[in-house]
């Protein structure tokens, strides 16, 4: 089994990478790409209880929406994503907003939970499309340039993780959840369309066969202990952020609350405040580390859900003012630590960007998709203490796996 080297690697992406700095117009369509595919996964979220009310759904059934969505997007980043380094990514890119395109349509059309239950894991399976941008922009990049470029596009793939929330949640609330789902669609098929004119063609960068190049994911899981020690502290952390946004909605649609989605989703412009402040990591990686700006990030993320255990002391309007609060830190721990974390795994090997980047984001939404049951079973169970503390001792485990004696290098 073999790879490309970092020089042959350099040298196959030439083709599409341009001399001089990006033309700001193409850094947009990635960064609106990038955010657009992945906010895909997280506009159901505020939408739950309204959803669950209008098709007549159990809680525990609605709770598979965001599980099964979280679920389908680990899959396809598994199966999908490394496919990237072998074919041309503009190809991968334009095929994938086409299904999700459908998929999102086919949601919003969707007549009971079984057909949304469906087209939710579709919609996990072609969101993908944005792990297959985030490595396009590294490819285009100029070396100089590299990071901040990168940094850019993530900025524009964080704010479709939290402000999906926030729109969702006010189209939910006057327009009607199916309406949200249309618009989705339509977003997707325009982001597509200028892709097909805008984007470049990409060189492959290896010519293994498909099973070869999947089993490339585990001999480099073997290899790298940086990517195993990534993977497993990003997961930890994201089983923390999706049992909180999983099951948000629902908490405040109940008592004493009984907030509608707009409420619910307007949570989510806290997020995005933390998210803004996810380009310092760069700065301070630069500085001091990639190692320190994870450790800075998970601690940040563990007392930010520790915090909320309080929650049961304080009065109903207390209560929100702590989660608003809560959601900027753990959103900005999170964040800080993810773009560490891919600092350490795009540095590992040149020629496998895009499977070392399947790696870390298959450990990433698997977490998500286990924190959205998990948070859904404390929910029900424990109530919203229950939830607060799942996410803050899987926090709490991150921070652990950070805190290891750091891996020899190959």
Do not use: C
Not at 96 to 113: C, Q, R
Not at 119 to 133: C, E, N, P, R, V
Not at 171 to 187: D, L, N, Q, Y
């Amino acid at each position: 089994m073999t790879s490309f080297s970092a020089n042959q690697a350099d040298s196959a992406s030439a083709s599409a990478a341009p001399a001089a700095s990006l033309p700001a117009s193409l850094v947009l369509l990635l960064a609106s790409g990038a955010g657009l595919s992945v906010a895909s996964l997280y506009y159901s979220q505020p939408m739950l209880g309204t959803i669950a009310g209008d098709l007549s759904a159990s809680n525990s059934a609605i709770g598979l929406i965001p599980t099964l969505t979280q679920l389908g997007y680990a899959m396809g980043i598994l199966l999908l994503a490394p496919l990237g380094d072998r074919h041309d990514r503009r190809r991968i890119i334009l095929a994938k907003a086409a299904v999700l395109a459908l998929a999102l349509l086919l949601a919003g059309l969707s007549s009971g939970i079984g057909m949304l239950l469906g087209t939710s894991l579709l919609i996990g399976l072609s969101a993908t499309m944005a792990q297959d941008i985030v490595p396009a922009a590294a490819t285009l990049a100029p070396a100089a340039e590299r990071g901040k470029v990168v940094g850019t596009v993530m900025t524009g793939l964080l704010l479709g993780i939290l402000l999906s929330r926030v729109i969702s949640g006010f189209v939910a609330e006057h327009a009607g959840w199916r309406t949200m789902f249309m618009i989705a669609a339509a977003s997707i098929a325009a982001i597509a369309l200028v892709a097909a004119r805008g984007l470049p063609r990409f060189a492959a960068t290896t010519t293994m066969p498909y099973r070869a190049l999947l089993a490339s994911l585990a001999t480099l899981w073997r290899q790298h202990g940086a990517l195993r020690r990534a993977a497993v502290a990003q997961g930890l952390l994201s089983v923390g952020f999706s049992a909180f946004w999983s099951t948000l909605a629902v908490m405040l649609h109940g008592a004493p609350f009984h907030l509608g989605s707009e409420a619910a989703g307007a949570f989510g412009l806290a997020g995005a405040a933390g998210a803004l402040g996810a380009p310092l990591a760069g700065r301070i990686a630069d500085r001091r580390g990639s190692e320190l700006v994870t450790r800075l990030g998970a601690a940040l993320t563990a007392l930010s859900f520790a915090g909320m255990l309080i929650s049961p002391l304080l009065s109903s309007h207390a209560q929100l003012w702590l989660i608003g609060a809560s959601a900027i830190g753990f959103d900005l721990g999170v964040q800080v630590t993810l773009i560490a974390h891919q600092t350490i795994v795009y540095g590992i090997d040149p020629g496998a960007r895009s499977r070392l980047n399947a790696v870390l984001f298959v450990s990433m939404f698997t977490g998500m998709a286990v924190g959205a049951a998990l948070g859904s079973m404390a929910l029900a169970h424990v109530g919203w203490a229950g939830v607060a503390g799942l996410s803050a001792l899987s926090a709490l485990a991150a921070l652990g796996v950070r805190l290891l004696p750091q891996p020899a290098r190959p």
